[in-house]
């Protein structure tokens, strides 16, 4: 058995840009090989050239940050001159010879150079799971697959239906391509339904954690025991100001609360957001300050009269995170 304080080769954080893709951050984490195994279900185990695979070699971990860009919003947060959209983050789960990607970002531009970093991994990619339905965390996959035709697209059932109501004509006419002129694929990709709840690569259990409502309906995270891993879709913010717009009132937020209590019950030692401040790092306490900024919106909420009260107070308290437009339609979604 591999020792418990095996230490987890180097993790790291690539930047896209126009000019190609960039090393950013690069550090070790002290990652345990622990006994944990999955208790969600059944393996999907129909992996692309591997099977259930005897576990032999530890997993690796990368984070692919597809930069901030504008978008034609028609509304700007009070004292802003554009409507950027932040990072979005798609992560590589490595073993010896295959991967699986969670994630892709929107546009033909970030998926394009998402794919090209994919390839260079030197990996067979086998999988590409969706931690949740919005579109801004899937629409680029299509992409992927044209590069890479073997991989199969996962994801829950309730996932898809939320898939299904992001990718429809009425949802890409009336938000998504008017912020986006001409840069979503004219034909999207749905996932298949995912078998079970666990993707097996090379004898390592990827577990599907479903979450609930959290930033939207219907949400999971993508759990990896044998290394500590969580990677939380939406359901965790990292230095972004968290999209509320979808929870107005306090049951839906006290909802995702609970989600959060759930991804900390599994003691992850690095957690990835969906949305990141680009350099932060991946640190489980993501989850805590995920917590604390729906429990100060909930506060501030009850303190202030007008939207522009509850936002003013709310940059006040995290002033120096990103996405402000985030909060603007939040805190409008409360006080119309």
């Known amino acids: ?16 840009d126009a000019l190609g893709i960039g090393l950013i951050t690069a550090s070790n984490w002290p990652i345990r090989d622990g006994k944990a195994r999955s208790m969600y279900g059944q393996s999907d185990r129909s992996t692309v050239n591997s099977g259930r695979a ?16 504008p978008a034609v919003a028609p509304d700007v947060a009070p004292g802003e001159t554009a409507r950027p959209w932040p990072p979005i983050s798609s992560t590589l789960i490595s ?14 531009e970030q998926s394009g150079a998402l794919a090209d970093w994919v390839v260079a991994s030197g990996k067979n990619l ?15 996959t299509r992409t992927i697959l044209e590069r890479l035709p073997g991989a199969r697209f996962v994801a829950r059932p309730e996932v898809i239906e939320i898939m299904r109501q992001q990718a429809s004509p009425e949802s890409l ?27 097996n690569l090379e004898g390592h259990d990827l577990v599907s954690v479903p979450l609930g409502f959290t930033d939207t309906a219907s949400t999971t995270c993508l759990h990896v025991p044998s290394i500590g891993l969580i990677v939380a879709g939406d359901a965790a913010y990292n230095g972004n100001h968290l999209h509320l717009s979808e929870s107005p009132d306090q049951q839906k937020r006290q909802e995702w609360i609970a989600a959060l209590d759930k991804m900390e ?39 202030t009269t007008t939207a522009r009260e509850l936002y003013d107070e709310m940059v006040k308290l995290y002033p120096d995170w990103i996405n402000r437009g985030a909060l603007w339609t939040s805190v409008r979604a409360v006080k119309p």
């Open 1 to 16: 058995m591999r020792s418990e304080n095996a230490i987890m080769p180097s993790r790291r954080e690539f930047l896209s």
């Open 54 to 69: 005897t576990r032999n070699s530890s997993l690796t971990w990368e984070v692919f940050l597809a930069p901030s860009i």
């Open 95 to 108: 073993g010896e010879r295959d991967a699986v990607l969670v994630d892709t970002p929107i546009t033909i």
């Open 126 to 140: 086998t999988r590409i799971y969706a931690t949740h339905g919005h579109g801004d965390h899937f629409f680029g």
């Open 173 to 199: 006419e009336t938000f998504w391509n008017p912020r986006f002129p001409g840069q979503i694929a004219s034909q999207l990709a749905i996932a298949e339904e995912l078998t079970g709840d666990v993707i």
């Open 265 to 303: 019950s599994l003691k992850p030692r690095a957690v990835i957001a969906g949305h990141k401040r680009v350099g932060n790092d991946d640190s489980p306490r993501i989850i805590g300050e995920t917590r604390k900024y729906i429990r100060d919106f909930e506060r501030v909420v009850l303190q």
